[in-house]
């Protein structure tokens, strides 16, 4: 049974546009969210995380917005560019345990020129 | 430095053959991971050593041995295993308490062939 999902396999947007991942959970006892974005041949890199505390959290290009209630969380980049291209994997972390981590199937996302 | 190194990058084994995956960081922190990663999956938690002991266990086949010899190693014995063990490895690491543990830094992995 997958506790976060990603339903959008890929997503492609134009440059200057905004990309918007989405991520649902089903578990409410998540309390901290976690965006990781990987390039090929490369280890997941941290991007961005929102604790169940907060609405939004925003860090430059990147936005992560968490309803609760809907136990939904998106990822807004604006503007899109080029070398955003890559697999982003939605994370969340059990209140139970600051060492798990449980990660969507990752959505691909490219940018086009 | 904010990385996490990990030897070799690549890896074909038989499943007769031991081997070992190394990982390393030097960022201080005192909590570090094994993730496995099939194509086209999540990572998926298999180890997590605090403080230089294991925490975390998820119910990972005994052919696959962590070791974390001291905070700044971490070390994956590998022994008997299956060509569905063939995988992205993944090795990471975070501060190890507080708020800012969850947020992991990983290492490039290790693709494992077992052929």
């Known amino acids: 049974d997958q506790q976060v999902k990603q339903n959008s396999p890929s997503l492609s947007v134009q440059e200057g546009r905004i990309s918007i991942l989405n991520c649902d959970y089903t578990?409410?006892?998540?309390?901290?969210f976690l965006w990781y974005k990987k390039y090929p041949a490369e280890g997941p890199t941290f991007l961005i995380s929102?604790?169940?505390?907060?609405d939004k959290n925003e860090d430059g290009r990147f936005t992560v917005f968490l309803n609760k209630s809907a136990k939904h969380l998106s990822l807004h980049i604006v503007p899109s560019q080029p070398g955003d291209s890559a697999v982003y994997f939605c994370?969340?972390?059990?209140?139970?345990?600051?060492?798990?981590?449980?990660f969507g199937s990752g959505t691909r996302l490219l940018v086009r020129p | 430095d904010t990385e996490v190194t990990q030897t070799p990058k690549h890896l074909v084994m038989g499943m007769t053959n031991k081997k070992s995956l190394k990982c390393e960081q030097h960022?201080?922190?005192?909590?570090m991971y094994w993730y496995k990663q099939k194509a086209k999956k999540p990572p998926e938690l298999m180890f997590v050593?605090?403080?230089?002991?294991?925490?975390i266990n998820e119910s990972v086949p005994s052919r696959f041995s962590p070791e974390c010899p001291n905070s700044s190693l971490l070390n994956l014995h590998l022994h008997a295993l299956q060509p569905e063990d063939s995988a992205l490895y993944l090795c990471?690491?975070?501060?190890?308490?507080?708020?800012?543990?969850?947020?992991?830094?990983f290492g490039q992995g290790t693709r494992l062939t077992v052929v």
């Open positions: 990471a690491s975070s501060p190890g308490q507080g708020r800012m543990n969850t947020e992991a830094f």
């Open positions: 578990n409410s006892m998540f309390d901290y």
């Open positions: 929102i604790s169940s505390i907060k």
């Open positions: 994370a969340a972390r059990g209140m139970d345990s600051s060492y798990k981590l449980i």
């Open positions: 960022m201080g922190h005192r909590a």
């Open positions: 050593y605090s403080y230089e002991k294991l925490s």
